[in-house]
């Protein structure tokens, strides 16, 4: 079986969409039989060495003037290199598929949300016009879409009109770090940021949707020996808008921004955390989620959108408004050895829902369903 991947963001994006790329492509790429060919505008970056040792993985990086125009290749150019290496199956990973990919060539791609149709105020106009764009082109084209989430697949029916029956659910998982750690340098992490001894945990891009404010107005709640430590990267106005909240509410020494935080660190510290918290207004499945219950840590998400998907009875519930509410569920997290013990040990059951080897199976069963049609 060969398997074509736009792989650009499997070798240059750090965050969500680099992480799921990653995760299929290395889960499938141990399955006997299998040659992957990864679609690359140029393999160097932060993960150049990831595939390193994948014996089924085949790089593929523009060549000749398509190196000048690297992101007209990933559109134009892709499809007929694909064709011409034998791919069967090519693989969109976020939301778009390239043009001239031979009719022979089955076509997948993965949505992962559609928060720009949802939101677009959230997304520069230009941006908002290409998203689209590329996502009704691929909706179109694809063989199969692949949501990440019932929400996604609902999405997609209710907001693209995508046929119900074209579109399979296939949750992702989280990066493998989360899932081989130890936590045996959990302290040497939480003395390294100088973080104080009972922290709550806020991890996602500081921006208005993943509404950390509701975060920052709960902590004025809790005792004065909690922390809230925010970690991610700042994006436009809200980074300050929150900060002007923290200095509103007398909390600057309570409250720790992280912008650049190793992410090797971060199992150490969600598992050094006393919970995390989650308050997105809308979310393709909420991965923080995730990786909280991968870390042994209580978690308390938003009510709306996949999080109780990802969270399922693991996950403590809120109204991403309700700051009242969250601050509850936390004191309690707080006060209540018994109940947290318990929130941890089903935090153990809900995350092998994600496992990776069982995403990987999933996968590979869409793919063998369009190689048997």
């Given at each position: 079986?060969?398997?074509?991947?736009?792989?650009?963001?499997?070798?240059?994006?750090?965050?969500g969409?680099?992480n799921y790329s990653?995760m299929?492509?290395g889960?499938?790429?141990?399955?006997?039989?299998?040659?992957?060919i990864?679609?690359?505008?140029?393999?160097?970056?932060r993960?150049e060495h990831y595939f390193?040792g994948c014996?089924?993985?085949f790089?593929?990086e523009?060549k000749?003037l398509?190196?000048w125009?690297?992101?007209?290749?990933?559109?134009?150019?892709?499809g007929?290199?694909?064709?011409r290496?034998?791919v069967?199956?090519?693989?969109g990973l976020?939301?778009?598929?390239?043009y001239?990919?031979p009719r022979?060539?089955k076509?997948v791609?993965?949505?992962?949300?559609?928060?720009?149709?949802?939101?677009?105020?959230?997304?520069?106009?230009?941006?908002?016009?290409i998203?689209?764009?590329?996502?009704?082109?691929a909706c179109?084209e694809?063989d199969v879409?692949v949501a990440?989430s019932?929400?996604t697949k609902?999405?997609l029916?209710?907001?693209m009109?995508?046929?119900?029956?074209?579109i399979r659910v296939?949750?992702q998982?989280c990066?493998p770090?989360f899932?081989n750690?130890?936590?045996?340098d959990?302290a040497?992490?939480?003395?390294?940021?100088?973080?104080?001894?009972?922290y709550v945990l806020?991890v996602g891009?500081?921006e208005?949707r993943?509404?950390?404010?509701t975060?920052?107005?709960a902590?004025?709640?809790l005792?004065e020996?909690?922390?809230?430590v925010?970690?991610?990267r700042?994006?436009?106005?809200y980074p300050?808008?929150?900060?002007?909240?923290?200095?509103?509410l007398g909390?600057?020494?309570?409250?720790v921004f992280?912008?650049n935080?190793?992410?090797?660190?971060?199992?150490?510290l969600?598992h050094?955390a006393?919970?995390?918290?989650y308050?997105?207004v809308?979310e393709?499945?909420?991965?923080?989620v995730?990786?909280?219950?991968?870390?042994?840590?209580?978690?308390v998400?938003?009510?709306?959108?996949s999080?109780?998907?990802?969270?399922?009875?693991a996950?403590l519930?809120a109204?991403?408004?309700?700051?009242?509410?969250?601050a509850?569920?936390?004191?309690r997290?707080?006060?209540?050895?018994?109940?947290?013990?318990?929130?941890?040990?089903?935090?153990r059951i809900?995350?092998?829902?994600?496992?990776?080897d069982?995403?990987?199976d999933?996968?590979?069963?869409v793919y063998r369903?369009l190689?048997?049609?």
């Amino acid at each position: 079986m060969v398997i074509g991947y736009d792989a650009k963001r499997a070798y240059k994006n750090n965050s969500g969409l680099g992480n799921y790329s990653r995760m299929v492509i290395g889960g499938v790429a141990r399955e006997a039989g299998v040659r992957c060919i990864l679609y690359t505008p140029s393999v160097g970056g932060r993960h150049e060495h990831y595939f390193d040792g994948c014996v089924r993985v085949f790089p593929r990086e523009a060549k000749g003037l398509w190196r000048w125009a690297k992101g007209l290749w990933r559109t134009f150019g892709v499809g007929r290199e694909a064709g011409r290496e034998g791919v069967q199956i090519f693989h969109g990973l976020s939301h778009e598929l390239p043009y001239g990919l031979p009719r022979s060539v089955k076509r997948v791609v993965t949505m992962h949300d559609l928060i720009v149709v949802r939101y677009p105020e959230f997304f520069h106009p230009v941006d908002r016009l290409i998203h689209r764009w590329k996502m009704r082109h691929a909706c179109r084209e694809a063989d199969v879409v692949v949501a990440i989430s019932e929400q996604t697949k609902s999405d997609l029916v209710g907001l693209m009109h995508v046929p119900e029956e074209k579109i399979r659910v296939v949750y992702q998982s989280c990066d493998p770090i989360f899932w081989n750690a130890t936590f045996d340098d959990t302290a040497t992490v939480v003395a390294k940021y100088g973080l104080p001894r009972r922290y709550v945990l806020c991890v996602g891009t500081v921006e208005e949707r993943k509404n950390q404010m509701t975060a920052v107005r709960a902590l004025a709640e809790l005792p004065e020996d909690v922390g809230l430590v925010i970690v991610g990267r700042p994006r436009g106005r809200y980074p300050e808008e929150v900060r002007h909240l923290v200095a509103e509410l007398g909390l600057a020494g309570r409250v720790v921004f992280l912008q650049n935080a190793s992410f090797g660190d971060f199992p150490a510290l969600y598992h050094g955390a006393v919970a995390s918290v989650y308050m997105s207004v809308f979310e393709g499945f909420g991965i923080p989620v995730l990786e909280s219950l991968c870390c042994d840590t209580p978690v308390v998400t938003s009510d709306v959108s996949s999080m109780p998907e990802a969270g399922g009875d693991a996950a403590l519930y809120a109204d991403p408004t309700d700051h009242h509410c969250l601050a509850s569920h936390l004191l309690r997290l707080l006060d209540d050895d018994g109940f947290r013990r318990r929130q941890i040990e089903k935090g153990r059951i809900q995350r092998m829902k994600f496992a990776p080897d069982k995403v990987s199976d999933e996968m590979m069963a869409v793919y063998r369903s369009l190689l048997d049609d």
